[in-house]
Nanobody, 127 residues
């Protein structure tokens, strides 16, 4: 069991930056692959980025590649996402998610494969 709490969202102008954090409870954080998803009004939840248990492997949606960076600190039970060069189309509620098997099963892009979710944090990018 793990509980996830996101923070760091807010309102930013286009071209600006934000850093999202997701703090996890429990002593087994390092056994979970972690993902970030986002959902805009009227749209499905979409994959943004994921990171392997130890942090050595990262994965990104094409739409954010080169602008977003996912990282984790297992000693602090926290996963981060640095978001640079933000665009209005990045506006959404951002969720972090955890699962033990998504990377080994090849299903890290599928939100239904993640067992644990945070409550989300709103990111709004103004033009």
């Amino acid at each position: 069991q793990v509980q996830l709490v996101e923070s760091g969202g807010g309102l930013v102008q286009a071209g600006g930056s934000l850093r999202l954090s997701c703090a996890a409870s429990g002593r087994t954080f390092s056994s979970f692959a972690m993902g970030w998803f986002r959902q805009a009004p009227g749209l499905e939840r979409e994959f943004v980025a994921a990171i392997s248990r130890g942090g050595s492997n990262t994965y990104y949606a094409d739409s954010v590649k080169g602008r977003f960076t996912i990282s984790r600190d297992n000693a602090k039970n926290t996963v981060y996402m640095q978001m640079n060069s933000l665009k209005p189309e990045d506006s959404a509620v951002y969720y972090c998610a955890a699962d033990r098997r998504v990377i080994s099963s090849g299903s890290l892009y599928d939100p239904t494969e993640y067992d644990y979710w945070g409550q989300g944090t709103q990111v709004t990018v103004s033009s």
